[in-house]
């Protein structure tokens, strides 16, 4: 059987490694608060509602890690790992991010933006599961209707919003 030593108490980078992460960690945690607070003044600013900012700008911003990953996991034929990424991404969105949201502050939301939301979360899912089932490729075309269709949601969310 193989198997490799390893000691953390002789690893003489186990502190810097350390300390770099707690300085990570905090630069995110500033880095998010200036993101809030600019998110919400611009959204004042332009007169819109803030979860248009995040459903658009911050969502997005969110989401380039996923679709970078995703762009070089097909482009090198590991297409079961970007499909992994994708839908594991919105599990953890809406259960563990919530969750622990919810567990550490409860929040108020409208329920329409819920119902909007989890209904086009809903069709959308369909559209993917149908879309890939249908040749087990998703097509060209099919990415086209899958940018539709956000676009879509977006206009129905900014309708609702300014109601």
């Not at 097509?139 to 919003?161: C, H, P, S």
């Amino acid at each position: 059987m193989f198997r490799k030593k390893f000691n953390n108490l002789k690893n003489p980078d186990l502190f810097k490694n350390f300390i770099l992460l707690v300085l990570s960690l905090v630069i995110l945690l500033i880095s998010a608060n200036y993101t809030i607070q600019f998110a919400v003044s611009f959204a004042n600013d332009i007169r819109i509602p803030p979860v248009l900012i995040g459903l658009t700008i911050l969502s997005i911003g969110s989401c380039l890690p996923e679709l970078f990953f995703s762009i070089k996991a097909v482009k090198n034929n590991h297409d079961e790992l970007a499909i992994g990424d994708i839908l594991g991404t919105v599990i953890i969105d809406t259960t563990i991010i919530l969750g622990v949201i919810a567990i550490i502050s409860p929040f108020y939301f409208k329920p329409i933006l819920i119902y909007v939301t989890g209904a086009a979360m809903f069709i959308a899912g369909l559209l993917m599961v149908f879309f890939i089932t249908s040749g087990k490729t998703l097509t060209r075309k099919e990415g086209v209707y899958l940018l539709l269709f956000y676009l879509l949601y977006l206009v129905i969310e900014i309708v609702i919003n300014n109601l």
